[in-house]
Nanobody, 124 residues
Framework: QVQLVESGGGLVQAGDSLRLSCAAS????????VGWFRHAPGKEREFVSA????????YYADSVKGRFTISRDNAKNTVYLQMNSLKPEDTAVYYC?????????????????WGQGTQVTVSS
């Protein structure tokens, strides 16, 4: 069992940066792959980025490539999403999710555990 807690969201202006954190608790949390997804009003939850447990694989949605960077500190059981050059269309609730099988995936169905989400609002 893994519990995930996101933090770092907030209200910023276009062009600003935010760093989201996903803290995982649980004995084997460092062996899980972690993904970030977001859910904007009126839209379906969508993939943002993912990282494998071994750091060998990272994935990004085309809409955030070059602006967002995912990383993890296994010693702290924490995954980060550095978000730069934020745009109003990045406004959403951001969720982190863990895949117990360890591989990074862009598919929601591959993730077993989800956090409660953190709101990111980007004003123009």
């Amino acid at each position: 069992q893994v519990q995930l807690v996101e933090s770092g969201g907030g209200l910023v202006q276009a062009g600003d940066s935010l760093r989201l954190s996903c803290a995982a608790s649980g004995r084997t949390a460092s062996t899980y792959a972690v993904g970030w997804f977001r859910h904007a009003p009126g839209k379906e939850r969508e993939f943002v980025s993912a990282i494998s447990w071994s750091l060998s694989r990272t994935y990004y949605a085309d809409s955030v490539k070059g602006r967002f960077t995912i990383s993890r500190d296994n010693a702290k059981n924490t995954v980060y999403l550095q978000m730069n050059s934020l745009k109003p269309e990045d406004t959403a609730v951001y969720y982190c999710a863990a895949n117990s099988r360890g591989y990074a995936s862009i598919r929601l169905m591959d993730y077993d555990y989800w956090g409660q989400g953190t709101q990111v609002t980007v004003s123009s």
